[in-house]
């Protein structure tokens, strides 16, 4: 089959560059031909957060991405859909994740079911923007309409997507593992490299910083925590959010001396000294879809505890390969680190990780799209 697939690629950082990057090599890994259409420009300077848009990684898979498509540009809308004319695929890919990109999308969308037969297919990461503003209704509608097909990866966004398209012929699969990242680290060598003691329990919160991502409930559920279990907490990622707000919270708490932030974003071959470094990695997310964070803790056998919000308990095996607590209560969250710490010496968290990740591969996730043909 020919495919096109539509979604950042490097040198564009971040989950979904690398969402494409492995999605594109299983896809011609099975034989197909796959050729992807990347950004020029993602996102304008000023509607961006983080300090840069590209990927500065020494540690990349580059994929041959032609980088025509501009966010908020019409004429590059029409020369991405000429691209698509000239190689006539059998079906279009568009890596969906946020109203932003609706009209875009929508416009190109259009112009393939006008002139092409090609099918459309769009993989949702979300639907409903975990920060919204008054325009993602109408963004989301126009950016939906012109679909075939749709993945989606969670319950959450299933139950989004038929508010908005009902009747939409769906697959629904689970993100697959983020196996994108080497290990070039042990435990006690990531460890060294972050200055940590070598037996000391470490938890990791890894990832962008918003208010949404429920940082601020993991701190506060530190000095709970720190009364049984002398924990360090590891902060692994760019802030998007105003960081003196958070430096201010861990002044008030007096947890200075167990919480290390590494405010930057973290290149790839960097990854992997936190997660190696790190006992369990925490999600206390205020909302969700899924996350990619669950999916590299996988790829480095990590078990997680995370909040019950949207899809992140459909990834956890409760008492095997994580916990599962209510979001937005800092004690039923520490009373969950200090339970994982004292059932590590009877539980093989890491063993049953590596069974329970089998069901999250790329072959099963490229089975369900060629599935829509079949």
């Known amino acids: 089959m020919k495919i096109v697939i539509i979604g950042a690629s490097y040198p564009m950082r971040g989950g979904i560059a690398h969402f494409v990057a492995q999605l594109y090599k299983k896809l011609a890994q099975r034989g197909h031909d796959v ?4 950004f020029k420009r993602q996102y304008p300077s000023f509607f961006f957060p983080g300090k840069t848009q590209q990927d500065t990684s020494q540690q990349i898979e580059p994929i041959p991405g032609k980088p025509l498509l501009d966010s908020i540009g019409p004429l590059s809308w029409l020369r991405t859909f000429l691209e ?5 695929p059998h079906l279009v890919i568009f890596k969906y994740w946020m109203p932003f990109f609706a009209p875009g999308y929508a416009a190109v969308a259009f112009l393939i079911r006008l002139f092409l037969k090609t099918k459309i297919l769009f993989i949702c990461h979300n639907i409903v923007p975990h920060e919204s503003n008054p325009l993602d209704k109408l963004f989301t509608r126009i950016g939906l309409w ?3 097909y749709f993945i989606v990866m969670s319950d959450t966004v299933k139950n989004a997507l038929l508010n908005f398209r009902p009747g939409a012929r769906f697959r629904e699969t689970p993100h697959p593992i983020y196996n994108y990242f080497r290990n070039d680290y042990t435990r006690a060598s990531a460890r060294k490299a972050l200055k940590l003691e070598a037996e000391a329990p470490v938890v990791l919160f890894f990832g962008y910083i918003r208010q949404y991502k429920g940082l601020h409930v993991l701190l506060a559920a530190m000095p709970q925590v720190l009364k049984t279990i002398s924990v360090k907490l590891l902060v692994a990622g760019e802030f998007y959010d105003p960081k003196d707000k958070y430096d201010k919270l861990i002044k008030e708490l007096g947890i200075g001396d167990s919480v290390l932030i590494f405010d930057e974003y973290i290149p790839n071959e960097k990854v992997g000294i936190y997660y190696s470094a790190a006992d369990v990695v925490v999600l206390p997310y205020i909302s969700a879809t899924q996350s ?5 803790a996988y790829h480095y056998n990590k078990p997680v505890i995370t909040t019950d919000v949207g899809g992140l308990p459909e990834v956890v095996d409760e008492g095997k390969t994580g916990f ?3 979001s937005e209560i800092p004690d039923a969250l520490a009373e969950a680190i200090i339970r994982f710490f004292k059932k590590q010496r009877y539980i093989d ?6 069974v329970y990740k089998q069901r999250f591969s790329w072959d099963n996730f490229a089975k369900q799209i060629e599935s829509f043909e079949n």
């Open 324 to 326: 599962i607590v209510p």
């Open 146 to 148: 012109n679909v075939h």
């Open 292 to 296: 990619g964070i669950i999916q590299i």
């Open 84 to 88: 698509i004319y000239r190689e006539n």
């Open 35 to 38: 050729k992807v259409i990347s």
């Open 349 to 354: 968290f890491a063993a049953n990780v590596k």
